[in-house]
């Protein structure tokens, strides 16, 4: 039988000022996954490595994963790779400032208007970010991103793919299931995308647990 997996985008440290966290913790509740697929490495699921840069890991999800019972598997690679990695996209991000160019002033307007669009209002909220038109601004985004920077998107795509492996090489471990993955909402739309083609895989849209 198919797996059931929805996908939840984050806004990270974000959540203090943007979005609830007790909203949050309950759209997980009402979801009610037997398995969280997320994206932390495993050093940081043990504890042994901090993950401030993503504070609802360690004070929501969990938490609430040991109080309701929920599984949680790593997704991110492990640390020394996830800081090479990082080492590898802080390169080419310095050389992209460095050049000053209007082509990253235009990317960067681009992304101010599609963040408006997504809101509409002053606060955005969890719900804005789980919307389909947000994974649409999303989309447009990234494609503009490939069209200037190639080796930006390169290290995006990058780490989408490594996501996207394990995440399958896990899915196929179990059976009528129901998984929920939690990762950073801009790689929300592009995991969507890929995991429509899996035909043993049922996507459930997280905005109706919201």
């Given at each position: ?35 969280i ?33 929920y599984k ?14 990082g080492?590898?996209?802080?390169r ?65 795509e990058e ?10 090489e896990q899915?196929?471990?179990y059976?009528n ?9 801009s ?8 995991l ?8 459930i849209?997280?905005e109706?647990?919201?």
């Open positions: 039988m198919r797996n059931k997996i929805s996908i939840l985008g984050s806004v990270h440290q974000y959540h203090y000022y943007k979005s609830s966290k007790q909203i949050l913790k309950k759209v997980i509740k009402n979801y009610d996954p037997d398995i697929l997320a994206e932390l490495s495993p050093e940081q699921l043990k504890g042994t490595m901090t993950c401030n840069s993503k504070p609802e890991y360690p004070e929501i999800i969990i938490p609430l994963a040991k109080q309701e019972n949680i598997i790593p997704i991110q690679p492990k640390t020394s790779k996830g800081f090479e990695w080492a590898r996209k802080d080419i991000l310095a050389k992209i400032h460095d050049e000053k160019s209007d082509k990253y002033n235009c990317y960067l307007k681009l992304n101010e208007i599609l963040d408006e669009i997504i809101h509409e209002k002053e606060i955005m909220t969890l719900k804005d970010l789980q919307s389909r038109k947000s994974d649409l601004m999303s989309c447009i985004s990234y494609n503009y991103l490939k069209a200037l920077f190639p080796s930006w998107y390169e290290i995006k780490w989408n793919n490594y996501c996207l492996q394990n995440i399958i899915e196929k471990k059976n299931s129901k998984i929920l993955i939690t990762i950073g909402f790689h929300k739309f592009w995991l969507i995308q890929k429509k083609k899996y035909k043993n895989i049922k996507l849209n997280i109706r647990y919201l």
